[in-house]
T-cell receptor, first 112, second 115 residues
Framework: SQELEQSPQSLIVQEGKNLTINCTSS?????LYWYKQKYGEGLIFLMM?????EEKSHEKITAKLDEKKQQSSLHITASQPSHAGIYLC????????????FGTGTRLQVML | DADVTQTPRNRITKTGKRIMLECSQT?????MYWYRQDPGLGLRLIYY???????NKGEISDGYSVSRQAQAKFSLSLESAIPNQTALYFC??????????????FGEGSRLTVL
């Protein structure tokens, strides 16, 4: 079974709509990282969250880590075609700050 | 030039062949990682290294080996490739201070097909 579950697995939204992607773990997330991958390319770092209740924003993307540090959400406001791609959450679930475990990814398509 | 460079970018090979994927980085990072990506499974860690003399197995190391030739170079080998090793492979680097102070930097991936 996957240690980090992402939902939904895929998402198709109309341009301009808001959307949320979730990342859930049964273990404490000592550090939570969101990455974006364009199809067939490498991963681009978006944001890192470490403290329970922490929230960060960059342009139209906001990420939150819940108080219990077991769930994170990524929210995109007013989606654009440039937001299309695969979003992956990665987490330090060992507390050693040595390696990341990744979720299964969410494939986002934005329709014009 | 890219900070993390992977070669080859694409490779098609046959079952039983030996394959090496190479990774080099200009970030000056001590930590290097090899992940593989399969549809629906996200990224899974194969091996990681904290310096030239420190190599660690990840969650799916069977069938793979690695070599850390220098701080900047980390190669992944498939001694005898099999079809279920068909995947997209990523190399990543990270700061020696640990993930709590920085993210991982990824290469653009090496797509391997084993027939």
């Amino acid at each position: 079974s996957q240690e980090l579950e992402q939902s939904p697995q895929s998402l198709i939204v109309q341009e301009g709509k808001n959307l949320t992607i979730n990342c859930t773990s049964s273990k404490t997330l000592y550090g939570l990282y969101w990455y974006k991958q364009k199809y067939g390319e490498g991963l681009i770092f978006l944001m890192m969250l470490q403290k329970g209740g922490e929230e960060k924003s960059h342009e139209k993307i906001t990420a939150k880590l819940d108080e219990k540090k077991q769930q994170s959400s990524l929210h995109i406001t007013a989606s654009q075609p440039s937001h299309a791609g695969i979003y992956l959450c990665g987490a330090d679930i060992t507390g050693t700050a040595s390696k990341l475990t990744f979720g299964t990814g969410t494939r986002l398509q934005v329709m014009l | 030039d890219a900070d993390v460079t992977q070669t080859p970018r694409n490779r098609i090979t046959k079952t039983g062949k030996r394959i090496m994927l190479e990774c080099s980085q200009t970030k000056g990072h001590d930590r290097m990682y090899w992940y593989r990506q399969d549809p629906g499974l996200g990224l899974r860690l194969i091996y990681y290294s904290f310096d030239v003399k420190d190599i660690n197995k990840g969650e799916i190391s069977d069938g793979y080996s690695v070599s850390r030739q220098a701080q900047a170079k980390f190669s992944l080998s498939l001694e005898s490739a099999i079809p279920n090793q068909t995947a997209l492979y990523f190399c990543a680097t990270g700061p020696s201070s640990g993930l709590d102070t920085g993210e991982l930097f990824f290469g653009e991936g090496s797509r391997l097909t084993v027939l």
